[in-house]
């Protein structure tokens, strides 16, 4: 099977960048999606197809992907920000997520 | 703008079944895979099953297969998620999410989850 794996935990100052990473074999093959999940919260699609941003999210999101490693960006963070980050991508016709990232603004 | 809601969650004992739906409302021609999505309590997100638009591939993750069957309506705009012989590490919170056409590999859209508690 495949697998996503994150740091569980990052933490970041305020303004600061904050870099979440997400490893998996040959992951640059793959597309990857990142999601924002806040405390009582549904997730919500922060990046897709490794770069995209959908409508609505601030461009302080950004993301990349190459290699083994995806990688979700966000610059000037804020407070609103502190929540947990998931990575996906999709093993054939099954979806993966790997298993989370708690981030942190202190 | 697609908007889903799903219901059908509750207590069960270890071995019973439950029947989840997901109604979904909006421009619901934009969809394109649907999935459902669980966290138990304070853990990550494990996608659980996957049906294409058409309903023609449908997909588990292998803690599930012959125990769970997607299936959706799409003249109802509905997406259901049997449940059967059901087991304590089922318990968790479960989402319905689509993809779309301009996200075809991202989940778009979530509803808000519904609550499925296994007591042994």
């Not at chain 1, 040959?26 to 009582?40: F, I």
């Not at chain 2, 409302?25 to 853990?43: C, E, F, L, N």
Request: hydrophobic share 35%; aromatic share 10%.
């Amino acid at each position: 099977s495949y697998d996503l794996i994150q740091s569980p935990s990052v933490s970041v100052s305020p303004g600061q960048t904050a870099s979440i990473t997400c490893s998996g074999d040959r992951l640059g093959t793959k597309y990857v999606s990142w999601y924002r999940q806040r405390p009582g919260q549904s997730p919500l699609l922060v990046i897709f197809q490794d770069t995209k941003r959908p409508s609505g999210i601030p461009e302080r999101f950004s993301g990349s992907n190459s290699g083994n490693t995806a990688t979700l960006t966000i610059s000037g963070t804020q407070s609103i920000d502190e929540a947990d980050y998931y990575c996906q991508a999709w093993d054939g016709t099954t979806v993966i997520f790997g298993g989370g990232t708690r981030l942190t603004v202190l | 703008e697609v908007k889903l809601v799903e219901s059908g969650g509750g207590l069960v004992q270890r071995g019973g079944s439950l029947r989840l739906s997901c109604a979904a409302s909006g421009i619901t021609s934009d969809i394109y895979w649907m999935s459902w999505v669980r966290q138990a309590p304070g853990k990550g997100l494990e996608w659980v099953a996957n049906i294409k638009q058409d309903g023609s591939e449908k997909h588990y993750v292998d803690s599930v297969e012959g125990r769970f069957t997607i299936s959706r309506d799409n003249a109802k705009n509905l997406l259901f998620l049997q449940l059967d012989s059901l087991r304590a590490e089922d318990t968790a919170v479960y989402y319905c999410a689509a993809t779309t056409v301009v996200s075809p590999l991202g989940f778009e859209y979530w509803g808000q989850g519904t609550l499925v508690t296994v007591s042994s």
